[in-house]
């Protein structure tokens, strides 16, 4: 039996809405190989860069709040983005597990 | 996604509806998917697909689009019995997953609002309770009274309507007492080997806190294992 988890995620966006912050919507919707998070994880950053949620296992959360800060300024409603496995030597963003993850960024307007 | 949309999907999940969000990932346009609800027509060219990913309760990108496809289930209905102290854990660890908690017990001063604040209490005996919920082999029972008024009418109707997990509190002695007044009652090994008793995996810990993790680390992992 499937049993969805619940992260509240989409409830604490409609709360930083209310308070009047910009909110953008991450959500994982594709994964190759072993990657931390399944399709469907959520997080959401608002223009300062607070964030809540996660698509990853803290891997590429840096990398996710500046493209939402950045689709917030420039006023874009969504845009897609992958993050592929990380050169193990190099401070690149990136997944140390060797998986992949395509992530949808989506603002609430 | 407009802001009115995503109040529409919180208003929804808390009604416990199964539906699904689309999305196009090309133009950001998303509509929310119910059985038998006209799509627009970006949409309602991968009606079918969409229909698949919501009947086998799927996240994803259906094939060769750039259609996103999330689905939202309705949560398992927990029946516990016994408003204790373990049951106060319990709830808590269950607000991060996706279980609908009911509490019953007849026993009015465990099962005050004040102990458990917005969670549906039914203060009466299990027989009484059940009409109230509608359960089925979907549903769960935690019993932890460990007395025999309270916790056997309610595992009789737990194992008579199938439920996928049973679990009952109490030592190994009074797990046996009572798989013995099951079996008089007309039970069956297999239907009364079926309870997890004493509850829980084996964690160690004798706290409230412990047990009820113990008790819900069992019932996650009998919910995958369905």
């Known amino acids: 039996m499937k049993n969805s988890f619940d992260e509240k995620i989409l409830e604490e966006a409609n709360d930083w809405i209310e308070a009047n912050q910009k909110v953008v919507l991450a959500t994982v919707i594709q994964t190759w190989g072993s990657s931390p998070r399944q399709v469907g994880s959520r997080m959401i950053v608002n223009e300062k860069g607070d964030f809540s949620g996660s698509v990853s296992g803290g891997c590429v959360e840096s990398a996710v709040v500046r493209e939402c800060m950045g689709l917030i300024k420039d006023n874009k409603p969504c ?19 060797g998986g992949e993850i ?3 960024l989506e603002q609430i307007i | 996604m407009k802001h009115s949309q995503l109040k529409e999907i919180i208003k929804k999940k808390a009604s416990k509806i199964e539906f699904a969000i689309v999305t196009n990932l090309e133009n950001g346009l998303s509509e929310i998917y119910e059985p038998n609800k006209l799509l627009s027509k970006d949409f309602d060219i991968h009606k079918n697909q969409i229909e698949n990913f919501f009947k086998l309760k799927k996240n994803g990108v259906i094939e ?27 709830v808590d660890f269950a607000k991060s997953l996706n279980f609908e908690i009911s509490i019953i017990d007849p026993r009015g001063y465990f099962a005050s609002e ?92 004798r706290s409230a806190p412990e047990i009820a993790l113990s008790i819900i680390a069992q019932l996650v992992s009998e919910t995958y294992k369905k």
């Open chain 2, 114 to 205: 004040q102990r458990f604040p917005d969670m549906k209490i039914i203060n009466k005996w299990p027989e009484e309770a059940f009409k109230e919920i509608e359960t089925n082999e979907n549903s769960a029972l935690i019993a932890l009274t460990h007395d025999p008024k309270i916790d056997d009418p309610a595992l009789q109707h737990a194992l008579n309507k199938k439920f996928y997990y049973i679990g009952a509190l109490g030592s190994k002695k009074t797990h046996e007492n009572r798989c013995q007044r099951l079996k008089e009652s007309g039970f069956d090994n297999e239907q009364i080997n079926s309870i997890h008793g004493p509850i829980g995996i084996k964690l160690g810990g």
């Open chain 1, 79 to 97: 845009k897609k983005i992958e993050f592929k496995v990380s050169n193990e030597s190099a401070w690149e963003v990136g997944l140390a597990c």
């Open chain 1, 102 to 104: 395509s992530v949808y």
């Open chain 2, 64 to 90: 060769n689009t750039e259609i996103f496809v999330e689905t939202y289930i309705r949560p398992i209905k927990v029946i516990i019995v016994g408003a204790v102290h373990i049951a106060q854990y319990l």
